[in-house]
């Protein structure tokens, strides 16, 4: 039976579904920092898709690597004794540069997938070492990791975790309020140190409105995992590969992640890739004993071989073109881009200086749909988060004039809203 809607038989993702009948905008080429629509109209993709698009898109060298890969091989899988090659060289190419210690990497196919083998892993390890009492894992309100179960239990969004009827689709999670290491001491305290097993963060929450760690958060962060004994789970599903203009905010920030979680930039989305590095203290367990036991995970598409091959094309661009350096400057010229906005009448806060992303949090009374809209009018994707936070987060492949295209169109976009603005009695 053929689709009674207009968007077809497609059920979107995130998406109100009577609203975006007859609205959806089809998009079918790509091309460095922009997108074309399906009617032909050329938009700059400021949010790089879902913040994945780092080396900008329609890059043929990725194209290529996965047209020889799959010629030669589509994947095989990496269960018990087989392997691929292209998994292993991934693998080796990212063990040699990272903050985690002595790393080994699991592959999946994304970013909640990361966060599934993370949770189950640091839970795991505990029951391994004698500790099986810490099973609660902490997370951050206002956090996103992803949508599995695992993600939806310990996301810090509401919106996300409501209506399923319990307050965790998996047992033992928690959450704590965002950069605050004191209610964080109390929460462990109150819960019983001996219980946690592990604190997920995103060095810098992505979804939850690009809000960075204050000043010695991680630090701070690191010296209760030590006296407490729990493991840290940087989610670094955004912010890896060059988003703070380094190759992981870890770095930037100091962190010493037990397990890091990779997804997004790992490809720039050319192919669905996700994984877990795991530092040596964990991973031993499971290694070092005739007697270890194994880690009953993994998916048939762990270690895609052709998504690996991807993925080291995708870091080979990075490097020969410098784009991570280049999101470093960018970063600096974002900020100076978005000082103008500081200060506006309905711009309630500006969150920038912590990467090549950052945030508008427009007053309530601005409606945003139709700010979001005056932008795409404009030729500029730009994505609205939950109350009213505009993101900006783009290639990084953009140039200078971009960017002060995007705060021009901003510019506009903020003037219209004025004009729309109920004019009140007082103003009167
Ligand atoms: C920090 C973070 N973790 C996990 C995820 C989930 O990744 P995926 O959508 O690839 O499953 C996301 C996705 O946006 C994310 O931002």
Redesign the pocket.
């Known amino acids: 039976m053929s689709s009674q809607h207009d968007s077809g038989a497609l059920w979107s993702a995130q998406a109100h579904m009577p609203s975006i009948q007859g609205n959806q905008l089809v998009i079918t080429r790509g091309e460095g920092s922009y997108v074309w629509t399906a009617t032909g109209q050329r938009l700059l993709d400021g949010t790089s898709g ?3 698009a780092n080396i900008g898109h329609g890059r043929s060298e990725l194209a290529e690597a996965a047209f020889r890969q799959m010629k030669k091989l589509e994947t095989y899988h990496v269960f018990g004794r087989f392997v691929n090659d292209q998994a292993r060289l991934l693998a080796e190419r990212l063990a040699a540069n990272t903050p985690v210690d002595n790393p080994k990497i699991i592959f999946n ?7 599934d083998v993370a949770c189950k892993l640091a839970r795991r390890y505990w029951q391994v070492v004698g500790q099986g009492q810490r099973q609660i894992i902490l997370s951050r309100e206002s ?6 179960a695992y ?1 939806t239990s310990i996301g810090g969004l509401p919106y996300n975790t409501e209506g399923y009827g319990t307050h965790s689709l998996v047992s033992d999670t928690v959450r704590v309020p965002t950069n605050d290491l004191q209610a964080l001491e109390q929460t462990i305290l109150a819960l019983a140190p001996g219980r946690i097993a592990a604190m997920v963060a ?1 060095p810098v ?3 939850g409105g690009v809000i960075g760690p204050v000043d010695g958060y991680f630090e701070g962060l690191a010296r209760l995992a030590d006296r407490y004994g729990f493991l840290i789970v940087a ?5 890896g590969f060059g988003r703070t203009g380094v190759m992981y905010a870890s770095q930037r920030y100091g962190i010493k992640p037990d397990i890091m ?1 990779m ?2 930039g790992l490809t720039s989305g050319y192919a ?1 890739l ?1 994984g877990v590095q795991v530092a040596e203290r964990i991973w031993t367990e499971f290694y070092d004993r005739a007697d270890a036991p194994v880690f009953r995970h993994g998916i048939t598409y762990s270690g895609h071989a052709t998504a690996c091959a991807v993925a080291q094309a995708n870091l080979d661009v990075l490097e020969r073109e410098g784009l991570i350096g280049r999101a470093a400057v960018l970063e600096t010229h974002l900020v100076e881009a978005l000082e103008e906005f500081r200060g506006h009448p309905l711009v309630r806060e500006i969150r920038s200086g912590h990467g090549f992303f950052a945030a508008l949090q427009l007053c309530e009374e601005v409606d945003a749909p139709a700010f979001i809209q005056a932008l795409l009018d404009d030729g500029i994707i730009l994505r609205l988060l939950h109350d009213n936070i505009v993101v900006i987060a783009p290639p990084f492949t953009l140039e200078d004039a971009e960017i002060s295209a995007i705060a021009r169109s901003i510019r506009n976009a903020l003037d219209e809203a004025t004009e729309r603005r109920p004019v009140s009695a007082g103003t009167l």
């Open positions: 879902l913040w994945y196919s994304g970013g909640s997938d990361a966060v956090s996103y990791h992803g949508l599995h993600g995103e929450l992505g979804a989610d670094e599903v955004i912010t979680l997804a997004k669905p996700g």
